[in-house]
T-cell receptor, first 111, second 115 residues
């Protein structure tokens, strides 16, 4: 099975940088997703990491360490619109490679 | 990416009735999935909708309660049967567009309230 842990809530200031951590323990691993979900809306895809290292995409970066079962999402130059829940999700191994979601981190950006 | 639509966007239903949710994609996709997101919770996979064969259900979900159809590569339905208030949730369709892409995209969701 999959066990995914991420902080429940975080608060950060507009213009700052915030790092949202995710740790996982899995019976198999084929990749890790980050999604953004605004209240009342569907999740939107942010990133997918398969290999160790940092991947940068504009203001958002995602890091993966497979040996440590650890990932983080880094958000730079925070904007008020970044207030949302951020979901970490792991793709398992074998079969159809089921994706399991963490409970999400609710980020509040304050002025 | 893929553009996904769901109908209805929301509904209020009476206990004991059934509701069928439709998911339409603007292109042929390999994999389609149905998730549930209960209030304040994360997403839970209900089943994988297989084209031309029976859906693959996750632990805790059964075909009698959540029958699924997938007649082609662009369309699927999920029925929530014999509803109870515990079924109040957001139901989301998601897709993986192609064999070489593992990105998963979500439809806008169907907000279901059972009274």
């Amino acid at each position: 099975g999959q066990n995914i842990d991420q902080p429940t809530e975080m608060t950060a200031t507009e213009g700052a940088i915030v790092q949202i951590n995710c740790t996982y323990q899995t019976s198999g691993f084929n990749g890790l997703f980050w999604y953004q979900q605004h209240a009342g809306e569907a999740p939107t895809f942010l990133s997918y990491n398969v290999l160790d290292g940092l991947e940068e995409k504009g203001r958002f970066s995602s890091f993966l360490s497979r040996s440590k079962g650890y990932s983080y999402l880094l958000l730079k130059e925070l904007q008020m619109k970044d207030s949302a829940s951020y979901l970490c999700a792991v793709r398992g191994a074998g079969g159809y490679q089921k994706v399991t979601f963490g409970t999400g981190t609710k980020l509040q950006v304050i002025p | 990416s893929a553009v996904i639509s769901q109908k209805p966007s929301r509904d209020i239903c009476q206990r004991g009735t059934s509701l069928t949710i439709q998911c339409q994609v603007d292109s042929q996709v390999t994999m389609m999935f149905w998730y549930r997101q209960q209030p304040g919770q994360s997403l839970t996979l209900i089943a994988t909708a297989n084209q031309g064969s029976e859906a693959t259900y996750e632990s805790g979900f059964v075909i009698d309660k959540f029958p699924i159809s997938r007649p082609n590569l662009t369309f699927s339905t999920l029925t929530v049967s014999n509803m109870s208030p515990e079924d109040s949730s957001i139901y989301l369709c998601s897709v993986e567009p192609g064999a070489n892409s593992y990105e998963q995209y979500f439809g806008p969701g169907t907000r279901l309230t059972v009274t």
